[in-house]
Nanobody, 117 residues
């Protein structure tokens, strides 16, 4: 399966910004066919879809992050990004990268985002 590695998580004050990255162990040409998504899971809550981007770069967002978060991809670098602005305490969670492709799907190990109020 494709390996996914997230980076960019950390601690930030409310109102601040972070950019998460997820790099896949696949060539740019193959990665371009993946549908990618960012999920998050807070303590005691179910994992939820935050943002997604298709192979044609169509994007979708959870209502809770719309207007604040932006998902993008660079197929040449086999990387998907999540730019998070105007962060709130309720954004605190472990963020996971997900890839869907013809042969299956996979998850990264997650990166912690902590927003202090």
């Amino acid at each position: 399966q494709v390996q996914l590695v997230e980076s960019g998580g950390g601690w930030v004050q409310a109102g601040g910004s972070l950019r998460l990255s997820c790099t896949a162990s696949a060539s740019g040409g193959i990665f371009g066919g993946f549908a990618m998504g960012w999920y998050r899971q807070a303590p005691g809550k179910e994992r939820e879809l935050v943002a997604s981007i298709t192979s044609t770069s169509t994007t979708d967002y959870a209502d809770s992050v719309k207007g604040r978060f932006t998902i993008s991809r660079d197929n040449r670098k086999s990387t998907v990004y999540l730019q998070m602005n105007s962060l709130k305490a309720e954004d605190t969670a472990v963020y996971y990268c997900n890839a869907k492709y013809g042969l299956g799907s996979g998850w990264g190990q997650g990166t912690q985002v902590t927003v202090s109020s």
